[in-house]
């Protein structure tokens, strides 16, 4: 059964960077036909895409987040992670590692991450 | 503002049908399969539809889904009181800026 961890940095000053990792297990991120996402939901709010990377290592980003979001794969650990530079109070939100095919299939737990000075 | 429109709440008595609509355009949903998505408080989402009307083995029947053009709907029949929760529905957006887009949430109240 596939499972997926979020992992990282909960609470950050304004300007840092969010580094967050999500470890996979019960299944091979190098299998093909998926990509691995990060979806975020600030407090009391819906549902933002952020970024994916496929499988074959190609990368996809909001636009409205691109200029601050690096995504990355660890093959030999069956992970991947997301940076989020030069975060502000509206970064603070849930943030969900999951698996992305035609559709979002499965989902982490979810870890919050909150920006405050 | 989100790209795909959804009522903010819905409610219905117990054994009742709700519907909860999801309006796009034809950059995403016109093009693009839908899935629904089911939030319980203080959890992850799940996914109850995919590919439109596709219900993920474990999901009752008493969850459908449709899409027309560029609507899309969840129907959800013999409400219980479980059943209250968010419901989210998502696809993929072709347009230049290309991405995933969810709609705003339905709050559903039994």
């Known amino acids: 059964q596939l499972q997926l961890q979020e992992s990282g940095s909960g609470l950050l000053k304004p300007s840092q960077t969010l580094s967050l990792t999500c470890a996979v297990s019960g299944d091979s991120m190098s299998r093909g036909g998926y990509s691995w996402t990060w979806i975020r939901q600030p407090p009391g709010k819906g549902l933002e895409w952020i970024a994916y990377i496929h499988h074959t290592g190609t990368l996809h980003y909001n636009p409205s987040l691109q200029s601050r979001v690096t995504l990355s794969i660890d093959r030999s650990k069956n992970q991947f992670s997301l940076q989020l530079s030069s975060v502000t109070a509206a970064d603070t939100a849930v943030y969900y590692c999951?698996?992305?095919?035609?559709?979002?299939?499965?989902w982490g737990q979810g870890t919050l991450v909150t920006v405050s000075s | 503002q989100s790209v795909l429109t959804q009522p903010p709440s819905v409610s219905a008595a117990p054994g009742q049908k709700v519907t909860i609509s999801c309006s796009g355009s034809s950059s995403n949903i016109g093009s693009n399969f839908v899935a629904w998505y089911q939030q319980l408080p203080g959890t992850a989402p799940k996914v109850l539809i995919y590919?439109?009307?596709k219900r993920p083995s474990g999901i009752p029947d008493r969850f459908s889904g449709s899409k027309s053009g560029t609507s899309a709907t969840l129907d959800i029949t013999g409400l219980q009181t479980g059943d209250e929760a968010d419901y989210y529905c998502g696809t993929w957006d072709s347009s230049l800026s290309a991405s995933w887009v969810f709609g705003g949430g339905t709050k559903l109240t039994v």
């Open positions: 590919d439109n009307d």
């Open positions: 999951a698996r992305l095919g035609n559709y979002v299939d499965n």
